[in-house]
């Protein structure tokens, strides 16, 4: 049996002769052309706390979007999409947000970021392709972003820094796609470590590395339901938590962010706010200590606590922030259910997407085949339930 690492490798080596091979088809097959990837992520714990300035503990995983690219001719940016069996195209002096909306705005987005930044951008042929489900809350956008960053700069022979370059992608997604996100995504497909998930403190931005313990696998699980974080309820949950930093301010003049609200704060601030929006502000509040206390789960091999922050993290989400779906419950109650699991909960902004599990590593292929088959007698547009394995950073190979 081939070890994780060896499998991670000739996966990435097809993904990378997919591209290719579909790169000289589109433009050329005399040319020969570079590969950049970036990782999709799961977020084991601390949802909806980036935006306010508190922890999260995101995992890159073996999934990601992998970008062709080769210079291009003067100025223009021309980009096939697999996926969408679609090419565009653009003068890179002439990019200026907002984007139409499609796929393409992200890459344009990328591209005219790096120009406000002062990066001197040269014409680029590139082709996306990817084995990273979109909308499924595994940040395709994200990873999409920083593989084409990567692209771009590589072109261009600027030179790559990856925070500086996540904080870039992060500035084309708010005002090229219209999602008001975080850093917490960008951040991970940026500099995400191999065999470890990142403790994230979206305030500074220091990261500390978290090992898995051996005992002990994560778990994808595809709902297979798709979401558009533009068009939900994402930017008005973001909105609430900037109008109750606004009223809470009367209460504590220094404030910067819900990360600075501990309990006793928002009780007293009670009053102030309305009642939906202290609901919302309860499960931040809450789960912003939960991304450091599973990193001292992890490290310590107490997969059972590190379990049970994930399930309690599941539900405030559900009955307090009021971003979970049926599926999501569904899925993540099918999976408690199993003898190896240890917790899960959903993950990303919800709405649907995937949910995550930490399981009893010997018991991982068991829990796949089960829970995935419950799921399927409910839901038959289930997506794809897999062990993940956490992935390096953008890249070039």
């Known amino acids: 049996m081939q070890s994780p690492r060896a499998y991670a490798s000739r996966h990435l080596m097809r993904l990378a002769v997919t591209v290719t091979e579909g790169f000289r088809s589109v433009f050329g097959p005399d040319r020969i052309p570079r590969v950049a990837l970036a990782p999709g992520r799961v977020n084991l714990i601390g949802e909806h706390t980036d935006y306010n300035d508190g922890f999260v503990l995101p995992m890159a995983v073996d999934r990601h979007i992998a970008v062709a690219f080769a210079p291009g001719e003067g100025g223009k940016l021309r980009v096939h999409a697999t996926a969408h069996a679609e090419t565009r195209e653009a003068e890179l002096a002439a990019l200026s947000p907002p984007g139409d909306g499609s796929w393409f705005a992200?890459?344009?987005?990328?591209?005219w970021a790096l120009r406000e930044a002062g990066h001197a951008l040269a014409g680029a042929d590139l082709v996306v392709?990817?084995?990273?489900?979109?909308?499924?809350?595994?940040?395709?956008?994200?990873?999409?972003?920083?593989?084409?960053?990567?692209?771009?700069?590589a072109v261009a022979q600027e030179p790559w820094d990856p925070i500086a370059m996540a904080r870039l992608c992060q500035r084309a997604e708010h005002e090229f796609a219209g999602v008001q996100c975080g850093i917490m995504d960008q951040l991970a497909a940026a500099v995400a470590i191999e065999g470890a998930a990142?403790?994230?403190?979206c305030r500074s931005l220091k990261l500390a590395p978290v090992p898995l313990p051996s005992t002990a696998c994560v778990v994808v699980m595809d709902t297979g339901v798709r979401r558009a974080l533009a068009g939900s309820a994402y930017n008005e949950r973001r909105a609430a938590c900037a109008a109750a930093v606004e009223a809470l301010r009367s209460r504590a003049p220094g404030m910067h962010s819900l990360r600075d609200v501990d309990g006793a704060l928002l009780e007293a601030g009670r009053e102030v706010l309305d009642?939906?929006?202290?609901?919302?502000?309860?499960?931040?509040?809450?789960e912003t200590q939960r991304p450091p206390d599973m990193a001292e789960?992890?490290?310590?091999?107490?997969?059972?606590?590190?379990?049970r922050l994930m399930n309690d993290s599941h539900w405030s989400l559900r009955d307090l922030y009021e971003v979970s779906s049926r599926e999501l419950d569904l899925v993540t109650r099918l999976a408690r259910s199993h003898t190896g699991c240890r917790g899960a909960r959903m993950t990303g902004a919800g709405f649907g997407g995937c949910a995550v599990a930490l399981v009893d590593a010997g018991g991982a292929e068991d829990f796949v085949a089960t829970v995935s088959h419950q799921y399927r007698r409910h839901v038959e547009s289930a997506g794809e339930f897999f062990v993940a394995r956490p992935s390096a950073g953008a890249r070039i190979v």
């Open 106 to 111: 992200y890459v344009a987005g990328v591209a």
């Open 129 to 153: 392709a990817g084995d990273l489900p979109v909308g499924a809350g595994l940040s395709s956008s994200a990873a999409l972003e920083l593989a084409v960053a990567r692209s771009l700069c």
């Open 297 to 307: 789960a992890l490290g310590a091999g107490d997969v059972g606590r590190a379990g």
């Open 275 to 286: 009642p939906e929006v202290f609901q919302l502000v309860q499960h931040v509040v809450a």
């Open 198 to 201: 990142l403790l994230v403190d």
